[in-house]
């Protein structure tokens, strides 16, 4: 059948189901349907929205019927792999994922309509008018053909306590389906018998690998029996890298030819998990969805396998290789690199976390007790994530987060010879670097003490420098301020921030001279003076991220110094001070930022002292600051009547999830106001008075004030900034500052709306990500608000 002829009589069959009642037991129909050739964007072209709804909502009968048929029919390919029938088995896949979508709008996470409940997950009797039982039937399948007739009666005979639901069963042969033999991975043989897996896994357990257990408080515990998390068999895994080494896959780790299926059959798991959409943000439960809970179960198929394919094939992936090889489509690997790390975080992101806690039977090989596995909530996928403790993977998995983050900036050189093309999943991999962070407990000790965590927060600083202005971004930023955010609350990264930073980034950053603390610093100041307004909330998280790493920073740049204290001026300025009742308490941030460098890293930061000297007015200014002038100048700002610049109206998503800090305060200025007009008052100043510590600050300027003025006296106007650097580099200030005070550190510390955030956040990435082949319509989104914004022609 030729092309336009196939699409026409696909485009009949889809109008006959929209406006007809077709029997399921209309043979002809229906295997007609099955085997006319079709892509995936000629299946979601000719089945727009509105007609898979009119599907739902008009002839449901007729729905039912197509997916329950679809699905026998992925069953049927899982039990007799015959690659005859691969071909239709796509047709199968990709009506699946074009109608999945619009029958889980109306699941339980949705509408909750009594239908599709029934249809997806009922065992008994159907609500359907006229149907009495909905059993996995295949109209038109002939014995010497696909044989799924009698596959779905013998599913639909099952007693009824017996039988498995529609959901269950097309969740479970799209886990099947991507490691068929011949369709998404080579033929294979199980060669872990015998206990090899086990053997190779206690040659991983090194005496380092021990001591960074034991250091984290990680007790070995020892079952007689659990369920295995070890990927088996090995050989169809995509690819090598943690969990399974090359030589154990037996085959080719490079070969790339069953990409395309790949990428169809994720399609097919995403519109299957995608019931979160469908959940008010505010309503929204990750124990909730039983879609998401059977892909995540332990008894899931190919579970294990598919985790350690994802993720190897995420970070296994290198842009700049892109250039030297051939044989393959490129774009197809990219592809299936993106989903990838879609699907895996979609997987991470229900259930209840991990133990990270190793647990070994009598084989010494890793389990989950079989209680633990059994419990509500249980995902297999957060477990296997926890339970990474090899410092070999742990490395792997850097690794591949620095290349693939690191080709954000190295895509936009052109000074780069073979430039890499451009990754545009970087959103979600921040969204996969946040779950190691959180959620394994070895993770970011390794990343901080094994390996150079720069190679980390040069791609994130130059993300968020990019993304600053543009409000489609914030949510791009936000996400870089909580990684920044969590690895600012250990010591090691402020000290690690050291490292001199050399690179020329493909961006109008100012020119600098210094370490990557500055790199942070500069950022975090264009942010605030320079970003959109709707990162204002944020500018508690950026002081504090500042504050942290502060007293490990040993020499501050010029331009970084100048940025420091330019912000002071900001903070303590009467439009911001006078914003909000709580605003000053950005500059008790920053004065601690301050105090952390003149009391622990004096010698080396003379720029920043010489900053300040300069400054010398403005800290005097907030020092001497009395009742009355901060009453005239808020009058001058703002009138009689005070108002705060702000939207007062409903609080976003966005700001809902700014991280809380232990110890710390995030309201900001803005945000902090609650529409009564602000006026300073006694109380407010006696406040501002002992929150702002400026006994340090006070004090270095009394000492070094006169110094400066003498130096410059002397020169009679004419001096060099060098030469004052070189005298404030020879004070010492032993004895004339406070007793350096405890540092302090703020740690985030979670909290659901967080991670509420975070659910939205990827799945409005996935959303956007996916409109070239729209697997999602936003009319009935409600985890987040889809606008559509129109051309100006």
Same mark, same amino acid.
């Given at each position: 059948?030729?092309?336009?002829?196939?699409?026409?009589?696909?485009?009949?069959?889809?109008?006959?189901?929209?406006?007809?009642?077709?029997?399921?037991?209309?043979?002809?129909?229906?295997?007609?349907?099955?085997?006319?050739?079709?892509?995936?964007?000629?299946?979601?072209?000719?089945?727009?929205?509105?007609?898979?709804?009119?599907?739902?909502?008009?002839?449901?009968?007729?729905?039912?019927?197509?997916?329950?048929?679809?699905?026998?029919?992925?069953?049927?390919?899982?039990?007799?792999?015959?690659?005859?029938?691969f071909d239709q088995a796509l047709n199968c896949v990709r009506v699946l994922t074009r109608i999945l979508p619009f029958l889980l709008e109306k699941g339980d996470l949705g509408d909750a309509d009594e239908f599709v409940e029934q249809l997806c997950w009922g065992t008994g009797a159907s609500p359907i008018p006229g149907d009495e039982k909905i059993g996995l039937m295949v109209g038109g399948a002939k014995e010497d053909e696909m044989s799924t007739q009698s596959a779905a009666k013998d599913k639909a005979n099952k007693p009824e306590d017996e039988q498995e639901p529609l959901a269950l069963l097309v969740v479970h042969a799209a886990m099947h389906m991507l490691f068929l033999p011949q369709f998404t991975c080579d033929f294979y043989e199980d060669a872990d018998k015998g206990g090899k897996r086990g053997n190779n896994r206690r040659e991983h357990n090194t005496k380092e690998d021990r001591e960074m257990r034991a250091e984290a408080g990680l007790r070995e515990k020892k079952v007689e029996w659990g369920v295995p998390i070890l990927p088996r068999p090995t050989s169809i895994c995509w690819s090598p890298g943690a969990g399974v080494s090359a030589s154990e896959l037996g085959f080719d780790a490079a070969t790339?030819?069953?990409?395309?299926?790949?990428?169809?059959?994720?399609?097919?798991?995403?519109?299957?998990?995608?019931?979160?959409?469908?959940?008010?943000?505010?309503?929204?439960?990750?124990?909730?969805?039983?879609?998401?809970?059977?892909?995540?179960?332990?008894?899931?198929?190919?579970?294990?396998?598919?985790?350690?394919?994802?993720?190897?094939?995420?970070?296994?992936?290198?842009?700049?290789?892109?250039?030297?090889?051939?044989?393959?489509?490129?774009?197809?690997?990219?592809?299936?690199?993106?989903?990838?790390?879609?699907?895996?975080?979609?997987?991470?992101?229900?259930?209840?976390?991990?133990?990270?806690?190793?647990?070994?039977?009598?084989?010494?090989?890793?389990?989950?007790?079989?209680?633990?596995?059994?419990?509500?909530?249980?995902?297999?996928?957060?477990?296997?994530?926890?339970?990474?403790?090899?410092?070999?993977?742990?490395?792997?998995?850097?690794?591949?987060?620095?290349?693939?983050?690191?080709?954000?900036?190295?895509?936009?050189?052109?000074?780069?010879?073979?430039?890499?093309?451009?990754?545009?999943?970087?959103?979600?991999?921040?969204?996969?670097?946040?779950?190691?962070?959180?959620?394994?407990?070895?993770f970011m000790n390794h990343v901080l003490t094994k390996c150079n965590v720069n190679k980390l927060i040069v791609p994130i600083c130059f993300l968020m420098y990019k993304s600053r202005?543009?409000?489609?971004?914030?949510?791009?930023?936000?996400?870089?301020?909580?990684?920044?955010?969590?690895?600012?609350?250990?010591?090691?990264?402020?000290?690690?921030?050291?490292?001199?930073?050399?690179?020329?980034?493909?961006?109008?950053?100012?020119?600098?001279?210094?370490?990557?603390?500055?790199?942070?610093?500069?950022?975090?100041?264009?942010?605030?003076?320079? /970003?959109?307004?709707?990162?204002?909330?944020?500018?508690?998280?950026?002081?504090?991220?500042?504050?942290?790493?502060?007293?490990?920073?040993?020499?501050?740049?010029?331009?970084?110094?100048?940025?420091?204290?330019?912000l002071f001026e900001l903070f303590s300025s009467p439009k911001f001070l006078y914003s909000g009742e709580y605003a000053h308490r950005h500059l008790a941030l920053l004065l601690e930022v301050f105090n952390n460098i003149l009391q622990y890293q004096y010698h080396g930061n003379a720029h920043l002292v010489y900053a300040i000297v300069r400054r010398k007015d403005s800290f005097g200014n907030l020092a001497s600051l009395t009742l009355q002038k901060a009453q005239s100048q808020c009058h001058k700002i703002y009138g009689d009547h005070t108002t705060v610049a702000g939207n007062r109206?409903?609080?976003?998503?966005?700001?809902?999830?700014?991280?809380?800090?232990?110890?710390?305060?995030?309201?900001?200025?803005?945000?902090?106001?609650?529409?009564?007009?602000?006026?300073?008052?006694?109380?407010?100043?006696?406040?501002?008075?002992?929150?702002?510590?400026?006994?340090?600050?006070?004090?270095?300027?009394?000492?070094?004030?006169?110094?400066?003025?003498?130096?410059?006296?002397?020169?009679? /106007?004419?001096?060099?900034?060098?030469?004052?650097?070189a005298v404030l580099n020879e004070i010492t200030m032993v004895g004339l500052l406070p007793v350096p005070h405890a540092i302090v550190i703020r740690k985030y510390q979670p909290n659901q709306y967080t991670a509420l955030w975070f659910t939205a956040f990827m799945w409005g990435v996935i959303f956007l990500r996916n409109q070239n082949l729209p697997l999602f319509d936003g009319g009935c989104i409600e985890l987040f608000q889809v606008s559509v914004q129109e051309d100006d022609d």
């Amino acid at each position: 059948m030729g092309q336009t002829a196939s699409r026409e009589k696909f485009r009949e069959s889809v109008k006959a189901l929209i406006e007809l009642d077709v029997s399921s037991d209309d043979a002809e129909f229906w295997d007609e349907l099955w085997k006319i050739p079709s892509s995936a964007q000629e299946v979601f072209e000719l089945i727009p929205p509105e007609a898979a709804r009119r599907l739902r909502d008009d002839r449901f009968e007729n729905l039912a019927t197509l997916f329950t048929q679809a699905t026998a029919q992925l069953c049927q390919i899982v039990e007799t792999p015959y690659n005859i029938y691969f071909d239709q088995a796509l047709n199968c896949v990709r009506v699946l994922t074009r109608i999945l979508p619009f029958l889980l709008e109306k699941g339980d996470l949705g509408d909750a309509d009594e239908f599709v409940e029934q249809l997806c997950w009922g065992t008994g009797a159907s609500p359907i008018p006229g149907d009495e039982k909905i059993g996995l039937m295949v109209g038109g399948a002939k014995e010497d053909e696909m044989s799924t007739q009698s596959a779905a009666k013998d599913k639909a005979n099952k007693p009824e306590d017996e039988q498995e639901p529609l959901a269950l069963l097309v969740v479970h042969a799209a886990m099947h389906m991507l490691f068929l033999p011949q369709f998404t991975c080579d033929f294979y043989e199980d060669a872990d018998k015998g206990g090899k897996r086990g053997n190779n896994r206690r040659e991983h357990n090194t005496k380092e690998d021990r001591e960074m257990r034991a250091e984290a408080g990680l007790r070995e515990k020892k079952v007689e029996w659990g369920v295995p998390i070890l990927p088996r068999p090995t050989s169809i895994c995509w690819s090598p890298g943690a969990g399974v080494s090359a030589s154990e896959l037996g085959f080719d780790a490079a070969t790339r030819k069953y990409d395309k299926n790949r990428i169809e059959v994720l399609r097919l798991m995403l519109a299957a998990c995608c019931d979160p959409l469908f959940s008010p943000a505010d309503e929204y439960n990750p124990l909730a969805s039983r879609w998401l809970a059977v892909a995540t179960a332990a008894d899931a198929p190919n579970a294990i396998c598919l985790f350690y394919s994802l993720l190897n094939t995420i970070l296994s992936y290198d842009p700049r290789g892109v250039a030297t090889m051939s044989g393959f489509s490129e774009g197809h690997h990219v592809k299936l690199v993106e989903l990838s790390v879609q699907v895996l975080c979609v997987l991470l992101d229900c259930g209840l976390p991990g133990s990270p806690e190793p647990v070994l039977d009598h084989n010494a090989v890793p389990v989950v007790e079989f209680d633990m596995a059994s419990k509500g909530g249980f995902n297999i996928m957060r477990t296997l994530l926890a339970r990474m403790n090899s410092s070999k993977e742990l490395t792997f998995v850097f690794d591949g987060f620095a290349r693939l983050l690191r080709n954000v900036y190295e895509s936009e050189n052109n000074y780069l010879p073979h430039a890499a093309p451009d990754l545009e999943c970087f959103q979600e991999l921040l969204v996969l670097l946040w779950k190691f962070l959180e959620e394994n407990p070895l993770f970011m000790n390794h990343v901080l003490t094994k390996c150079n965590v720069n190679k980390l927060i040069v791609p994130i600083c130059f993300l968020m420098y990019k993304s600053r202005r543009d409000p489609a971004q914030i949510g791009l930023v936000h996400i870089c301020t909580f990684v920044l955010l969590k690895l600012s609350g250990e010591r090691s990264f402020g000290v690690s921030l050291n490292k001199p930073f050399q690179q020329k980034l493909p961006t109008d950053l100012p020119l600098f001279s210094g370490c990557h603390a500055d790199l942070l610093t500069i950022t975090l100041h264009k942010l605030i003076v320079n /970003g959109a307004y709707k990162l204002v909330p944020l500018y508690s998280c950026f002081l504090t991220i500042m504050c942290n790493v502060s007293p490990y920073w040993r020499s501050m740049s010029l331009v970084a110094a100048v940025k420091l204290v330019n912000l002071f001026e900001l903070f303590s300025s009467p439009k911001f001070l006078y914003s909000g009742e709580y605003a000053h308490r950005h500059l008790a941030l920053l004065l601690e930022v301050f105090n952390n460098i003149l009391q622990y890293q004096y010698h080396g930061n003379a720029h920043l002292v010489y900053a300040i000297v300069r400054r010398k007015d403005s800290f005097g200014n907030l020092a001497s600051l009395t009742l009355q002038k901060a009453q005239s100048q808020c009058h001058k700002i703002y009138g009689d009547h005070t108002t705060v610049a702000g939207n007062r109206d409903k609080m976003t998503l966005s700001q809902k999830g700014i991280p809380n800090i232990d110890g710390g305060e995030t309201t900001s200025a803005h945000s902090s106001v609650t529409g009564t007009p602000f006026q300073p008052t006694e109380a407010w100043l006696t406040e501002l008075k002992e929150s702002l510590p400026m006994e340090t600050v006070t004090r270095l300027l009394q000492h070094l004030v006169p110094v400066v003025d003498e130096i410059v006296l002397k020169k009679q /106007g004419v001096v060099d900034e060098a030469e004052i650097l070189a005298v404030l580099n020879e004070i010492t200030m032993v004895g004339l500052l406070p007793v350096p005070h405890a540092i302090v550190i703020r740690k985030y510390q979670p909290n659901q709306y967080t991670a509420l955030w975070f659910t939205a956040f990827m799945w409005g990435v996935i959303f956007l990500r996916n409109q070239n082949l729209p697997l999602f319509d936003g009319g009935c989104i409600e985890l987040f608000q889809v606008s559509v914004q129109e051309d100006d022609d």
